[in-house]
């Protein structure tokens, strides 16, 4: 099954002018890492492998999400581009074997949260729906995962301490955004978490920008 969606993913020039394209045009707005992180730990292995058969489900969920919403942000191609779509049903094919609901990783949940997204920018009669609806399965994962408590008496290491951090405050300001924009209640109740800003350390490509604008708008709805 894997091997079959291989079979679907753009050229190697192709998916590196699309990962580029979202990591500098749509990543202030959630990315799972740097560009830089994200070339040697995602693309490149998946694409040096000679079979995916191996390969973590949800890791390719996440690269064809971030080629798919790359894909809608390359001036080059046109509007409602059918690459875009199919790359998108690629990742929810791969996240669908990756069973996040049963298995659910942070991994996966930043595939899910790029696959958000994607429906956040597409004005198709059904986004909205499918939006709202996959958001509240996202939002669960954070609680199944335990991303909106307090980490630091965890001894984790402080890396994946900082990914819980940023991941969860991603998704809160997709919460906070997603709210007002449609007029409906939010998910995150601030009584109910504890977990701390992420440090801008941890992610210098997006310093003063992200961290600003989760923190102004998630404190202020």
């Given at each position: 099954?894997?091997?079959?969606?291989?079979?679907?993913?753009?050229?190697?020039?192709?998916?590196?002018?699309?990962?580029?394209?979202?990591?500098?045009?749509?990543?202030?707005?959630?990315?799972?890492?740097?560009?830089?992180?994200?070339?040697?730990?995602?693309?490149?292995p998946l694409y040096s492998a000679k079979s995916w058969s191996t390969e973590r489900a949800d890791v390719i969920a996440l690269f064809f999400a971030a080629c798919a919403i790359g894909c809608i942000f390359d001036m080059s191609r046109p509007l409602y581009d059918p690459m875009a779509f199919l790359m998108n049903k690629m990742a929810a094919g791969a996240l669908a074997i990756a069973s996040p609901i049963e298995h659910p990783t942070m991994t996966a949940l930043e595939a899910l949260?790029?696959?958000?997204?994607?429906?956040q920018l597409s004005d198709r009669p059904i986004a909205i729906s499918r939006f709202w609806i996959l958001s509240s399965v996202a939002f669960?994962?954070?609680?199944?995962?335990?991303?909106?408590?307090?980490?630091?008496?965890?001894?984790?290491?402080?890396?994946?301490?900082?990914?819980?951090?940023?991941?969860?405050?991603?998704?809160?300001?997709m919460d906070a955004v997603a709210a007002a924009s449609y007029g409906?209640?939010?998910?995150?109740?601030?009584?109910?978490?504890?977990c701390p800003m992420p440090d801008e350390s941890f992610r210098p490509?997006?310093?003063?920008?992200?961290?600003?604008?989760?923190?102004?708008?998630?404190?202020?709805l």
């Open positions: 099954m894997k091997d079959t969606i291989r079979s679907f993913a753009p050229s190697y020039i192709d998916a590196t002018k699309f990962c580029d394209n979202f990591f500098l045009s749509a990543a202030w707005l959630g990315s799972p890492c740097t560009r830089d992180h994200f070339f040697t730990t995602v693309l490149m949260q790029a696959h958000l997204f994607f429906h669960r994962m954070t609680h199944a995962l335990g991303l909106h408590r307090d980490s630091r008496a965890w001894g984790l290491d402080p890396q994946i301490e900082q990914r819980r951090r940023w991941l969860f405050w991603q998704l809160n300001f409906r209640p939010r998910y995150f109740n601030p009584h109910h978490y504890d490509d997006l310093k003063g920008c992200e961290y600003l604008s989760c923190h102004v708008l998630v404190t202020s």
